[in-house]
């Protein structure tokens, strides 16, 4: 089976950090990639993790560890406008590169 | 450069009816991915297509389900005889191959409601 768990909600307050954690059970693994979500809208792409280690982006960063089969999502200086869902999803590999998506957590940010 | 797109926006049916959703990708990207979202769920893998084949129709839940891709652009995904468990967001996705970007690009998707 395929499975990616992340907690369900999150919530936190301006100006903080917080951390979605991913972890994963897939049967094929090329990276892992995280996805913002506002409500109604389309998932646009965050970042993308193919290695160990740390990838930065702005205030976003995204963490690996292929070996624990773990991931994070870390979000800096939050603002009212990161409240969305956040989806890790897997890039499956093979000759689709199909991603198998985690159900998501939505982040509400308060003032 | 225009994004992906979507129509309808938003389709309304009743139980028993056909329905096909469309999707025009980014120009260029030739692999085109359908994904179904329920409310309040994760997005769930129905075909990719790389051209106009579709290698890979394993997220397809039943036989009801088709798509079609033409030209190597617009695709159609064709649901026949909907039912109500069939009511979810359908979110349309292109990717450039020519790249070594992973990055999807998603539609604002179809949201389906079957009564």
């Known amino acids: 089976g395929q499975s990616l768990e992340q907690p369900s909600e999150v919530t936190a307050v301006e100006g903080a950090i917080v951390q979605i954690n991913c972890t994963y059970q897939?049967?094929?693994?090329?990276?892992l990639s995280w996805y913002q979500q506002h409500d109604g809208g389309a998932p646009t792409f965050l970042s993308y993790n193919a290695l160990d280690g740390l990838e930065e982006t702005g205030r976003f960063s995204s963490f690996l560890s292929r070996s624990d089969s773990y991931g994070y999502l870390l979000l800096q200086e939050l603002q009212m406008k990161d409240s969305a869902s956040y989806f890790c999803?897997?890039?499956?590999?093979?000759?689709?590169?199909?991603?198998?998506f985690g159900t998501g957590t939505l982040l509400a940010v308060q003032p | 450069g225009a994004g992906v797109s979507q129509s309808p926006s938003n389709k309304v049916t009743e139980k028993g009816k056909d329905v096909e959703l469309r999707c025009d990708p980014i120009?260029?990207?030739?692999?085109l991915y359908w994904y179904r979202q329920s409310l309040g769920q994760g997005l769930e893998f129905l075909i990719y297509f790389q051209g106009n084949s579709a290698p890979d129709k394993s997220g397809l839940p039943s036989d009801r389900f088709s798509a079609e891709r033409t030209g190597g652009s617009v695709s159609t995904l064709t649901i026949q005889r909907t039912q109500q468990e069939d009511s979810a967001v359908y979110l349309c996705a292109s990717r450039d191959m020519r790249g070594a970007t992973d990055t999807q690009y998603f539609g604002p998707g179809t949201r389906l409601t079957v009564l």
């Open positions: 120009s260029g990207h030739t692999a």
């Open positions: 897939t049967s094929g693994f090329y990276g």
């Open positions: 999803a897997v890039r499956h590999g093979g000759a689709t590169n199909k991603l198998i």
